[in-house]
């Protein structure tokens, strides 16, 4: 990349800049329009970005796709360009995918595409799409399996391999993909979708590159680079200097039923930031595991939130040192299984939030709800039309955020690791033979404090179909979100199944495989609120009269009140 101390103009570094993110933004749009799946076309669970020729970095990300794969997807870039080094180079109208969660981050239902984008005979950058497709083989519809052990009891791996030659796909390629999902026509348009993103993008960047210029662009790169650096050791400098632990649990890892624990050291010494996460516990048998490429991603995350001003690309890491030892629960190595990564990357990023809380709590928020409850309904059709046709309903469901020193907590919003959105119940209703008899915030779930921590929900599914399986992977079933300053912990996950007119709960709490459903038979979600933030004595009796009048609260949480919720009837 040129010297990103070129002399570029305020005005037009501003232009390039709002120019380069439109170009990722417009990948997001194409894909979010032309995806089959639900997940992509209404949750937005997916990504696009620009990436260094050289060393994969990032450059710009769109602003609409999920930050945690664009952290990652550096890694799959790098990953990706050492496979085409050993068999002859990245070659202009080549595109690369895999879904390899060790060398690329995230699980096996994110496939990577990779496009080398050249100008000319040079390779100037390259070009990457990140996506969750519907269903990608494993034991469990969906593939978040609970009971895994292995990454292969999770779905099909795909190292880094050409999807398009000289710009024609591959049939090969695609008839293995093809049969390795229960929804091929999903995972066909998915891909389409992803193709096209790409396509678009590439005629974007070389318009770009034609009105301004190969060389002034990189330069504009750099220097958004550069000026991200200063902007986090600006930062950096600002906190007090010191050593700030925090550690957190996950309930178990759906094998065994025992917490986990993710904890940080994080020194702050001048302008330099380090998280150490050495005292982690070891990688677990279960699918709550995830690769190193993740966690640096979910350290890139949380790190935005806590600094928003900072531009989105790779200076945000470059005042940042890692120390993550080999073989923790946030550096599992193949085959140990990662496909409930969301768990763990949402448990980081509390960490990392608690602990920034003590060197300066009016920059942190309280921990959010803490996860995704991704959950599968799976079945087959038993109407004439279309009979035996199988599907898969995929979603994930919203909580309460943490309150934070400008005000309460968002209620009911969607997990800090993305900008995604909850699928709308109206969606999921027409796609698959589901009704929601309930889709409402969950009262007194959110942390007591000066700024109460936002509500979560409650979400009541009940099957329209003959029979059907029910998989869930959720968290904090046990152990609730933590209020900062002061503030007090949101409510509990619950997670409560029907069968024959009996309302039960898993063994493992937030987890479980091969749920029975009949006809008429319900599944239920209590989803956790945000923690609180700063000393309930702080908040005003006006406050309070709002929150019962609003239905929010309907006990006194001051007084340490039993927040249990009753069983559904």
């Known amino acids: 990349m040129s010297d990103p101390a070129s002399a570029i103009d305020p005005v037009t570094l501003a232009v390039l800049r709002g120019r380069l993110e439109q170009v990722a ?24 970005g620009l990436y260094d020729a050289s060393t994969g970095d990032t450059l710009v990300q769109g602003k609409s796709g999920l930050p945690v794969f664009v952290g990652a ?49 040079k390779l100037y950058c390259h070009m990457a799409s990140a996506a969750h497709w519907h269903d990608v083989g494993g034991a469990v519809p969906g593939n978040y399996n609970p009971a895994a052990t292995e990454c292969w009891q999770e779905a099909v791996q795909i190292p880094p391999v050409r999807i398009v030659r000289n710009g024609v796909l591959d049939p090969d390629m695609l008839a293995i993909l093809q049969a390795n999902t229960r929804l091929p026509d999903s995972l066909w348009g998915d891909l389409n979708g992803q193709l096209a993103a790409l396509a678009l993008g590439a005629r974007r960047l070389d318009a770009l590159l034609d009105e301004y210029g190969d060389g002034l662009v990189l330069d504009a790169l750099g220097a958004l680079r550069g000026r991200a650096l200063r902007l986090m050791r600006s930062h950096i400098a600002a906190l007090p200097d010191g050593r700030y632990s925090f550690e957190d649990v996950l309930d178990n890892d759906g094998i065994v039923n025992a917490p986990l624990t993710i904890a940080l050291d994080m020194t702050v010494a001048g302008d330099r930031l380090s998280l150490d996460f050495s005292r982690t516990c070891a990688q677990c048998a279960g699918p709550v595991n995830i690769s190193r490429a993740t966690a640096v991603a979910a350290c890139y995350v949380a790190l935005k939130h806590l600094f928003p001003d900072v531009p989105a690309n790779a200076g945000v890491l470059d005042a940042v040192d890692f120390i993550i030892p080999d073989r923790l629960l946030i550096s599992a190595e193949r085959p140990r299984p990662v496909g409930g990564y969301t768990e763990t990357i949402l448990r980081m990023i509390d960490v990392i939030f608690s602990a920034a809380a ?49 005000g309460d907590g968002l209620a009911h919003g969607n997990a800090p690791i ?60 046990t ?49 956790p609120g945000g923690g609180g933030w700063g000393s309930a004595a702080g908040r005003s009796p006006g ?4 929150d019962v009048a609003m239905g929010y609260v309907t006990i006194d949480a001051s007084t340490g009140a039993d927040r249990t919720q009753k069983a559904p009837e």
């Not at 994110?110 to 100008?119: G, S």
């Not at 009016?362 to 009979?387: P, W």
């Not at 007591?448 to 029910?470: F, M, N, S, T």
């Open 479 to 527: 152990s609730p979100p933590k209020g900062i300053a002061g503030g007090g912990a949101g409510a509990v996950n619950v997670l409560r199944y029907e069968n024959a007119g009996q309302w039960h709960t898993p063994p493992m709490v937030s987890k479980m495989r091969a749920i029975r459903l009949a006809r008429g038979e319900r599944v239920r979600l209590e989803t």
């Open 543 to 546: 406050q309070r009269q709002a």
């Open 25 to 48: 933004d417009e990948m997001d749009a194409t894909l979010y329009r032309s995806a089959f799946n639900p997940i992509i076309a209404e949750a937005h669970d997916a990504c696009h």
């Open 418 to 477: 993305s900008t995604a959105t909850i699928p709308p119940l109206e969606i999921l209703e027409a796609a698959y033979p589901v009704r929601f008899t309930q889709w409402s915030l969950r009262a007194d779930s959110g942390g007591d404090g000066q700024h109460r921590g936002g509500l979560g929900a409650v979400y009541e599914i009940e099957l329209l179909e003959k029979e059907a399986e029910v998989f869930v992977f959720g968290e904090r079933g």
């Open 73 to 121: 997807m550096a890694f799959a870039v790098r990953a990706t360009a050492r496979v085409a080094a050993s068999r002859g180079g990245m070659k202009d109208g080549d595109i690369w995918i895999s879904n390899d969660a060790y060398d690329g981050g995230t699980h096996a239902n994110d496939f990577k595409l990779v496009k080398p984008f050249f100008r000319g005979a």
């Open 358 to 406: 003590q060197a300066d709590p009016a920059r942190a928020v309280a921990q959010a709800y803490g996860t995704i409850n991704a959950l599968s309904i799976a079945g087959h059709r038993s109407d004439k039309a279309r009979a035996g046709q199988r599907w898969v309903m995929f979603s994930f469901f919203g909580g309460g955020h943490g309150g934070h020193s400008d």
